[in-house]
Each structure stands twice: as C-alpha cells, then as structure tokens.
C-alpha cells in the first residue's frame, strides 16, 4: 500500500518548489557550499539513516546548511537535519 501513497501525494506548486530553491540558493552562498555538495551529502547522510530506521519522505524531509553565531560571536555554518522516522528497523546480528 506504501507504493500508492507515494504515486498519489500531492504535488507541489511551482511558487513552493521555486521558494524552496532559492533559500538553497541563499544557504549555500552564505555557507560556501555549492548545491551538488549539498545534495551529495544529503543522498549520503538518507542512506546511512535508512539501514537502521525506515524514513516517512512524504513529511517534511529537510536537510540544510545554514549559520550560528559561537559563544564567541563568530559565524559558522551548521547542517542540520529534520528527517520523519517512520519506525526503527530490527537489526540481525
């Protein structure tokens, strides 16, 4: 049943998507990180995650680079990840 959730979401509107790639496009100017690097990493970081937990990517999957101010007030980026966990995967030894 999983297949037919995934063939019938919803789709995006193209102000939506357009929103999403241009605060991409502001993130990595700011962080130095070009998109492919960006989305390289993310392809990287989902295929870790999905051996040990099942991902639900119909709900909100995001994964960015953006800027923190230190205790020292320097700027630094920070990826930071929000990925929806359907359930835990049991591991066989």
Known sequence: MEWLTKLFKPKQSSGSIAKDRLKLVL????ANCSTELLEMMKNDILQVIAKYMD?????????????TTTDQNET??????NIPIKNMRKRTP
Do not use: C, E, K
């Open 27 to 30: 993130i990595h100017d700011r």
């Open 55 to 67: 991902i639900d990517d119909t709900m909100g999957l995001d994964i960015n680079i953006s800027q």
């Open 76 to 81: 630094v980026p920070v990826l930071y990840a």
